[in-house]
């Protein structure tokens, strides 16, 4: 598909590159040197017809409408590897593609599949179209009851916000109700917003609509204004980033942390609950937004690690190299064209990493892997054994919930 | 060319329909409305006849919850009149009671073409762009599916049951009722919505009373219900597999 710019214009390079310099630390896409690492580190690299590298060298070189009229940048899976990467540490995927993909947004070139995401998460606050009053519907059935914060206006200490696929994705909710059974376990005062929680708005932020992420926690803040609570938590890393780094300038600003930070804090109160062996290899896939982007790698170990019976194996992508699962950055509303592309799925390449590491199961800690990598291992050869579990899951099994 | 696009809202299926008390007609409290699908085809449509040709689109909806919005949007993807019509509309407007009022604004605004959805989900009488054509004596063609313009006609490309299409030359001023625009409606990005709030007027326009006479009257709405001959299979997975796999050996299917 040759995507096209109009109106097309010779300035394109030198109005691009102005409005790129002044976004954060967008001073050293000067300073590139042009080593092609971030070209190299990028999963999908091989196949944009014009990889980061090449992006920066077309815009130095004043012919970046030529890069404007392909579709290369919707290959970017907004994992941060470029930029973890980058020598000079540019920010590539926060300011140079995110850039790119709001360009091509506001000019009306879409891949379909992304657009009817944008338009539910415009319309129903969550990308799946799904009903916003049916947001909740996951937590039936769990006792104590959980908390709705709409309803019962009790002030709670944590404010749990569930994010997209943990409330509505039937494989995600298991997840979900794993999760609630831990924090009613441990006797945390704990509320969540039910309908009045929107998406957290940052893979649509990093697909290129920027003011619908601004519209959408713009809700979101205003639901959080109403309560009482002393921090949020999270299920999501995608949530915790933009709670932790996007929210903050919109006004929007309060302590925030992962769900896996959350419990290591209270290893302590949970080691002794941890009575039944999980016996297995287990593979910890570090999430670009909890790992990558925001630095929480051992949290989510040091749970694992606590399960007895539980064996930590890494694979070959581990820690600040890890792969996407292939979902972020608009990803996960792109597979038929990833699909069309390439042929191939991250999803499965990472599947294949876990069985050569000889892992029973592979964890995770964010919900948009478990779909996507319980699939992988449908189509990859002898992933056939291989359990997809949330880390939260494993803890509760661990615990007899 | 001026286009004209007429639209209307309906309950959107995402959200469980009740039906009222009185058991013939949806319970309006929980309802939420979205634009009927068809409408927003046909609202594509005139955008890429503008497109390709140039005019200017009017796009007219009654006043409901969210047409502000969708009116916007219409602006940002390219319409350049919105309209929205007022007045007591809380009985409900037919298509009858619909074609009759536009009728009046289309005699005064002199459209060229006037497009709109063939049909739409909650009555299924797909009547007013038949009955607009016939209160204005202008030909109609239904169930068209791309439209492209040639001097003071329009080709109007039409679907057939059996994979049969037809082109057919339509004199203007026409009303065309689409069941598909030629591709999807576009998605617009939310600034530039934003910005079109701040630039763009919505005329409003009163509608002093209904007909809506030679409708349909529903006696009475219920859920569907299911035929005797159902079953209904229970259990984990695996015995609703299995039992389905008895049930498909026992009708020698497998």
Not at chain 1, 39 to 45: K, R, T, Y
Not at chain 2, 226 to 231: D, E, G, K, L, V
Request: glycine share 8%; proline share 5%.
């Amino acid at each position: 598909m040759e995507i096209t710019l109009s109106p097309l214009s010779p300035s394109v390079s030198k109005t691009f590159l102005a409005n790129l310099i002044q976004l954060k630390d967008g001073e050293r896409f000067r300073k590139c040197l042009q080593c092609g690492t971030c070209s190299g580190a990028c999963p999908f690299g091989y196949i944009m017809k014009f990889p980061p590298a090449k992006m920066i060298g077309m815009l130095r070189a004043d012919i970046f409408e030529q890069v404007m009229k392909t579709d290369s940048v919707w290959m970017c899976v907004s994992c941060n590897a470029c930029t973890a990467f980058c020598p000079t540490q540019i920010p590539i995927t926060a300011a140079l593609m995110t850039r790119v993909k709001e360009e091509l947004l506001l000019a009306g070139n879409v891949p379909s599949e992304l657009q009817a995401a944008l338009a539910n998460t415009q319309r129903y606050g969550n990308p799946m179209g799904e009903s916003p009053r049916k947001r909740s519907d996951w937590a039936a059935g769990i006792q104590p009851e959980v908390n709705v914060l709409g309803k019962t206006r009790q002030p709670v200490d944590v404010l749990w916000f569930v994010g997209d696929y943990a409330s509505y994705h039937p494989r995600m909710q298991a997840a979900t109700k794993a999760f609630a059974k831990i924090l009613n376990t441990l006797g945390v005062k704990f509320g969540i917003l039910g309908p009045e929680e929107n998406s957290d708005g940052d893979s649509q932020r990093l697909a290129g609509e920027r003011g619908l992420f601004e519209m959408i926690a713009q809700k979101n803040g205003q639901a959080f204004r109403k309560y009482q609570f002393g921090e949020i938590i999270t299920t999501d890393p995608h949530a915790y980033n933009a709670l932790k780094n996007e929210y903050p300038s919109l006004g929007i600003s309060y302590p925030v942390r992962h769900y896996s930070q959350f419990l290591e804090e209270r290893l302590d109160q949970i080691k002794p609950m941890l009575k039944k062996e999980v016996q297995a290899k287990v593979a910890y896939h570090d999430p670009c937004y909890l790992g990558r982007a925001n630095g929480v790698y051992d949290a989510p170990r040091a749970l694992l690690n606590a399960i007895p019976g539980v064996e930590l194996v890494e694979m070959s992508h581990t820690r600040i190299n890890s792969l996407c699962c292939g979902g972020g950055g608009g990803g996960m509303w792109l597979d038929g064209f990833q699909w069309e592309k390439t042929h191939s799925r991250l999803s499965e390449w990472r599947v294949k990493e876990a069985v050569a590491a000889n892992a029973d199961v592979l964890a995770v800690a964010c919900p948009y892997e478990p779909p996507r990598f319980e699939d992988a291992t449908k189509t990859v050869e002898a992933a056939g054994q291989l359990k997809v579990r949330e880390v939260a899951e494993l803890l509760a099994e661990a615990m007899g919930l | 060319m001026k286009i004209a696009v007429p639209v209307k809202f309906v309950p959107d299926l995402v959200e469980e329909l009740t039906i009222d008390a009185g058991g013939a007609a949806l319970d309006t409290s929980w309802l939420r409305l979205i634009i009927n699908e068809f409408d927003d085809h046909a609202v594509e449509q005139a955008i890429l006849l503008k497109e390709r040709g140039g005019g200017e689109v009017t796009v007219i909806a009654a006043e409901a919850e969210g047409v502000d919005d969708f009116l916007f949007t219409a602006a940002a993807k390219g319409a350049d009149h919105l309209i929205k019509l007022t007045g007591d509309f809380s009985g409900g407007m037919n298509s009858h009671a619909a074609a009759r009022a536009l009728a009046d604004l289309f005699k005064e605004i002199q459209p060229d073409l006037i497009l709109t959805g063939v049909q739409a989900h909650n009555d299924l009488d797909g009547s007013v762009g038949s009955l607009l054509a016939e209160y204005l004596g202008m030909p109609y063609v239904g169930y068209v599916a791309g439209v492209t313009s040639a001097n003071g006609s329009v080709i109007a490309r039409k679907e057939y049951p059996g994979g049969i299409i037809a082109e057919m030359e339509v004199k203007l001023p026409a009303v065309l009722g689409i069941q598909a625009a030629e591709q999807p409606p576009r998605y617009v990005a939310y600034n530039k919505i934003r910005q079109v709030m701040g630039t763009s007027k919505i005329e409003e326009r009163a509608i002093a009373s209904l007909d809506s006479n030679g409708g349909a009257t529903v006696s009475r709405m219920s859920k569907p219900e299911p035929a005797q001959r159902a079953t209904l299979i229970e259990g984990s997975p695996e015995e609703v597999a299995n039992q389905l796999i008895g049930i498909f050996k026992e009708l020698g299917v497998m």
